[in-house]
């Protein structure tokens, strides 16, 4: 039992330390795709895309840490992106992003 134990403990820790290499990568090429992007829009879906990657960094971190206190971390970088999405794709469409009407 012990040797099943210990071969699933280090078959986590391969698989995490790959996952962390595929994120690195990834994230290298999403500041590519921000500073090279041909559009705005390009620019706003891989800051998108670097919120996930940064929730599977903190989920990475959980599994190695053996914790589930970074599962509102999680959770909070989640609501901040998907804010930080809406924001930007309405200044692309509008111009704004608080309409201001004085009427």
Do not use: H, Q
Not at 6 to 22: D, P, Q
């Amino acid at each position: 039992m012990t040797t099943f134990l210990e071969f699933t403990e280090t078959l986590l820790n391969y698989t995490v330390i790959i996952s962390a290499f595929g994120i690195a990568i990834s994230l290298l090429l999403l500041v590519y795709r921000i500073i090279i992007g041909p559009t705005n829009a390009d620019r706003a879906v891989a800051l998108d895309t670097i919120g996930i990657n940064l929730m599977a960094v903190a989920a990475l971190m959980a599994i190695t840490l053996t914790t589930s206190k970074l599962n509102d971390v999680i959770l909070l970088i989640g609501v901040l992106s998907f804010l930080g999405t809406v924001a930007i794709a309405k200044y692309l469409e509008k111009g704004v992003i608080i309409d201001r009407d004085m009427d």
